[in-house]
């Protein structure tokens, strides 16, 4: 189906017309190249080694469509004069694989083009295969009919065929990516172990997985074409380690590249680079640590106020396809993905909520991608983290010490802040993967305590809290009162509830309503796609109603998340969509916005 897609969009000449239209700089990513045809069962099959014919005809088609300059020079220009970028392209690898010295360079020289190497310097220095090749190689060539992982969960894993081990490496590598460091570390070695085969005393004889050579850098950067950024020491992603943790692989990759070849690297690529494996945090660290810039994985083309220390690329991987690389690069791709989206983001009817069971399974799934979503620079991450920012205004305050309640604590989103206010926190959260997600970001914190329940059957003794908080949890219970009256059970007389609901009256929810979500059913029928949990929407004085039946009084609401870009066209052009919600969310009325928190106090 993809590939008729982009056949359709090639013939129609639609890549050519945008490059045309469509001037913005970009930023491509590759990650190596190689002169083999043939690999062994599923070795390379993500293709983030692109065949070397396949780079040669990208290139030409690059040099004779972009103007082609250093990336250091596409910052600059697009730092201090965004008009003067116009039309320029900046070429990347990460990883420091030797094949972009023996396959790729050659080509590059071919063309005199320039580009960057982002190097994981433990990579080059140590010559200890990543983690990710470690995990590929191991599964590939395991004689075993299948392989168990025990210290983090008690998995089966059949690897008979090459689609099962294609499935295994997925699901262990993403998995991998999203768990601290020390414990991917152990993850990767318990799965070397039990299939029995390790990539490091197997390292010479694959091209493919082997580091570049100290040597090798030194003879790319003396032809003037090859500059070098910091991508880490042991390509840890910055989010699953400490800052201190961060802020020491940055200066040992540093310096070590400083040592072996002289060169201060104010150049900065986030391994995995995906929305959630940097923050503001990461970025306040580079910024400390004297970095000018640096690049994500996020596929966009540069526009509108970008960050500096978070710049987008556009992911060249398995673009072997002419047809392909050409929807990739003049950006219809990534406008292609946001409309899929769009298309298969399903929304319920009001009152259609899923059963009960569903929605625990559906949040167990997207435990991760939930947590994601507070760092995305969308629509939906900036309604999150207004949200949340609404919220710690209400509980400003407050005293040190106080017993808060997090009824829906999802993956503890909220816990450091709660934590940072001297509070002592209980979260709560019906999918199990939520609160094992919570659990090992504070592990062996006294002041953090987490627990699998429901709402309407919280396990905690009465009168316990002074305060309980539940964001984005009522609208997927048919019956709100249930959990209203056990909350109200284990707050202490006087406690506080703060609680957020999405807005019944709201311009965007009823635009959603009456136009988005009939079309949306009918897609999905069309398309075979089951729903994904959605919410109820409320009104002011129901909500003041239920919380009055259920022991409660309300005594303070505020709206919050301003939306004058509404669906798809929010989809279709985030950016413009959040920075629209925030120059309007003091000032617009309430029915511009799409949801309301409630202070109210137990009797």
């Not at 003037?224 to 390509?235: D, E, I, K």
């Not at 990739?328 to 298309?343: A, N």
């Not at 919380?547 to 009084?553: H, P, R, S």
């Amino acid at each position: 189906m993809k590939s008729i897609i982009w056949k359709t969009i090639n013939i129609l000449q639609m890549p050519q017309a945008a490059l045309l239209c469509f001037r913005a700089p970009r930023i491509l990513l590759y990650h190596g190249a190689t002169e083999r045809e043939n690999f062994f069962g599923i070795e390379n099959y993500r293709q983030k080694h692109i065949p070397q014919e396949a780079l040669r005809q990208q290139l030409q088609f690059i040099q004779s469509h972009f103007r082609v300059v250093p990336l250091k020079d596409l910052v600059t220009a697009w730092a201090f004069s965004p008009r003067e970028a116009r039309g320029m392209i900046a070429i990347t690898f990460d990883d420091g694989y030797q094949n972009i010295f023996r396959v790729a360079w050659p080509i590059f020289k071919e063309y005199n083009l320039p580009f960057t190497i982002f190097l994981p310097a433990d990579f080059i220095e140590q010559r200890e295969p990543l983690w990710v090749d470690q995990l590929e190689y191991a599964i590939n060539y395991s004689k075993k009919d299948e392989f168990k992982i025990m210290k983090n969960g008690n998995f089966s894993f059949p690897i008979v065929t090459k689609e099962e081990k294609i499935c295994a490496d997925a699901v262990i590598r993403r998995y991998a990516k999203l768990i601290p460091d020390k414990k991917r570390k152990e993850l990767v070695e318990e799965v070397i172990d039990q299939c029995g085969v390790n990539l490091r005393s197997n390292l010479s004889e694959e091209p493919d997985y082997t580091p570049l050579k100290w040597d090798e850098i030194r003879q790319m950067i003396r032809s003037g074409l090859v500059t070098l950024g910091n991508h880490t020491a042991s390509h840890a992603i910055a989010t699953r380690i400490s800052p201190e943790e961060f802020r020491g692989e940055l200066f040992h990759a540093k310096n070590l590249i400083k040592d072996r070849l002289n060169i201060n690297c104010r150049l900065f690529a986030y391994p995995n680079g995906q929305p959630g494996d940097f923050s503001k945090q990461t970025a306040a660290v580079l910024s400390e640590a004297g970095f000018d810039a640096a690049f994500t994985t996020e596929a966009e083309l540069l526009s509108g106020k970008i960050n500096l220390l978070a710049l987008p690329r556009l992911t060249m991987d398995a673009t072997k396809d002419q047809q392909l690389f050409l929807v990739t690069i003049s950006g219809i791709r990534t406008f292609l993905r946001r409309m899929r989206d769009f298309l298969l983001a399903r929304r319920l009817s009001s009152g259609d909520v899923l059963a009960e069971n569903d929605i625990t399974n559906y949040f167990d799934r997207q435990a991760v991608e939930y947590e994601r979503s507070y760092s995305a620079s969308t629509p939906k991450g900036y309604s999150f983290r207004i949200r949340r920012q609404r919220i710690f205004e209400l509980l400003h305050g407050l005293p040190r010490g106080t017993k808060i309640l997090d009824v829906g604590c999802g993956p503890a989103v909220y816990t450091k802040e709660f934590l940072d206010c001297g509070f002592e926190v209980w979260g709560m959260d019906s999918a199990p993967e939520m609160i094992r997600i919570a659990q090992d970001r504070f592990v062996g914190n006294p002041r953090t305590h987490f627990a699998v329940g429901r709402a309407e059957n919280l396990p905690f003794s009465s009168e316990k809290f002074e305060v309980a908080v539940a964001s984005g949890l009522f609208e997927y219970f048919k019956d709100p009162g249930a959990c209203f009256k056990e909350i109200y059970r284990v707050l202490s007389p006087g406690g506080m509830l703060i609680v957020t609901f999405p807005y019944f009256w709201s311009l965007p929810r009823m635009w959603d309503r009456l136009i988005i979500r009939p079309a949306g059913r009918l897609i999905r029928i069309f398309w075979q796609r089951k729903p994904k949990a959605d919410s109820q929407e409320f009104s002011k004085q129901k909500v003041i109603q239920v919380l009055k039946q259920n022991g409660f009084t309300a005594q303070e609401i505020i709206f919050y998340n301003s939306r004058f870009l509404w669906t798809p066209f929010d989809r279709l052009f985030p950016r413009l969509a959040v920075r629209l919600s925030k120059i309007t969310e003091e000032w617009a009325p309430a029915f511009f916005k799409t949801g309301f928190i409630v202070r109210a106090i137990r009797h």
